[in-house]
């Protein structure tokens, strides 16, 4: 059974700075991607970031660009977010995602919820002002 679990969330003050962790298991593939994902209060959930197991090859929507950077363990299972200069509109549960067919694509597939198969239950980034 493929599991996501993250974790790492809390409540920061505006321009400091979280750590999130998501942990994947239960499966097996040559060549995969696992996204960040974030709902805000009211909002769609909008991807933030992604990460290809078959090269690190990292990516980010603009707005969290130079702010946010991901990461993996050496046997590139669990996804780090390192997120600093946080701000309020980064308020969201955040959740990981993971494609097991490819890694984040060339025009930006990655963003697309429905490019991935499996989910986590998210945790919660409450920045405050």
């Known amino acids: 059974e493929v599991q996501l679990v993250e974790s790492g969330g809390d409540l920061v003050q505006a321009g400091g700075s979280l750590r999130l962790s998501c942990e994947a298991s239960?499966?097996?593939?040559?060549?995969?991607?696992i996204a960040w994902f974030r709902q805000g209060p009211g909002k769609e959930r909008e991807a933030v970031s992604c990460f290809s197991s078959y090269d690190g090859r990292t990516d980010y929507v603009d707005s969290v660009k130079g702010r946010f950077t991901a990461s993996s363990d050496s046997a590139k299972t669990t996804v780090f977010l390192e997120m600093s200069r946080l701000k309020p509109e980064d308020t969201a549960m955040y959740y990981c995602a993971l494609d097991v067919i490819s890694g984040c694509g060339d025009f930006g597939e990655w963003r697309q919820r429905s490019y991935y198969g499996y989910w986590g239950q998210g945790t919660q980034v409450t920045v405050s002002s």
């Open positions: 239960g499966f097996s593939a040559d060549e995969y991607s």
